[in-house]
């Protein structure tokens, strides 16, 4: 039988509260989401200031990295390059957005943060950091 590993709530928790000591540092509002390797969601965080669309574009963003097993931001790219619709992926949760960061344990992807509210290149800097507190555990 095979055996999968995947983050859990301690873990998400974890990444939750370091990619939120950063954003208290900015003094900056986001949305922070953690999802299983399913991209189905673990935890969120909503910090005071974030604007409400971040909230469902951070689940989304994890969503996108942790079913394809890349960074969120290179999904956005190929589909542009190619001109793929990311509708073609027949889930509205796809996004092209930067943001959304795998997080990976021995070679296999144990699940993904979501980061969205800052300008795209903070929400990427923001997930990595939330997905090497991951990868660590």
Known sequence: MPVRNELGHHQAQRIIDTVRIALDERQAGAAVAVVDP???LIALLRTDGC???????????????AR???????????????????????????????????????GEVVGAVGVSGLPEHEDIEL???????????
Request: glycine share 14%; charged share 20%; aromatic share 8%.
């Open 127 to 137: 997930a990595r950091l939330g997905a090497a507190v991951g990868a660590a555990e």
């Open 51 to 65: 604007p409400l669309a971040s909230i469902n574009n951070a689940i989304h963003k994890a969503f996108t990295a």
């Open 68 to 106: 394809e097993r890349v960074e969120s931001a290179v999904i956005g790219e190929k589909s542009r390059a190619e001109g793929f619709p990311m509708t073609n992926f027949g889930d509205l949760r796809y996004t092209a957005w930067g943001g959304g960061i795998p997080v990976i344990n021995d």
């Open 38 to 40: 399913h991209g189905e």
